[in-house]
């Protein structure tokens, strides 16, 4: 048995199905369905984000409340490729500090967000210093927080 994990498609996949920016590429995101169906991504991606990370992820979490589950969403994409600060993420979207790590644990497993490490040459600083936030799915994050696109 062999386990594939496929992200979205990169903009070289992409080839001929390239948008015609590199914003309009965020937006539009890499997920296949939307190009080779040429479907309407804003629909498809908020239909995404409903079916799949508001409903299976909130049950694997057992988020009680999804209006604070939605704000943590639109927290983690509106600080995309920022610095990651835990404490500060779980107090805006109204939880704990270890509800946050959980939630974001499993948007990671998931692999709908992973955390950059930085690169220094001393291998101690690599596995101590603050990470990056950066999501795999650059449409959801304009779907989440459109101002995250604009910002970043």
């Not at 539009?28 to 629909?43: A, E, K, Q, S």
């Not at 992973?114 to 959801?140: D, E, H, I, W």
Request: some cysteine; charged content about 20%; overall charge positive.
């Amino acid at each position: 048995m062999a386990l594939l994990t496929l992200l979205p498609f990169s903009i070289d996949e992409l080839g001929a199905a390239r948008a015609s920016s590199p914003d309009a590429a965020c937006i539009v995101g890499g997920y296949p369905r939307i190009h080779d169906r040429h479907l309407d991504p804003t629909h498809w991606l908020d239909d995404y984000i409903t079916a799949y990370v508001e409903r299976d992820v909130r049950q694997v979490l057992n988020v009680g409340d999804l209006n604070t589950f939605q704000t943590f969403l639109g927290l983690c994409a509106g600080r995309a490729g920022r610095l990651l600060n835990l404490a500060s993420l779980g107090a805006e979207a109204g939880v704990t500090n270890k509800t946050a790590k959980a939630w974001l644990s499993v948007l990671e497993a998931s692999f709908l967000v992973f955390q950059l490490r930085p690169y220094y040459r001393n291998v101690g600083k690599r596995l101590t210093k603050a990470r990056s936030s950066t999501s795999t799915m650059s449409g959801c994050c304009a779907v989440c927080s459109p101002s995250a696109m604009q910002n970043n």
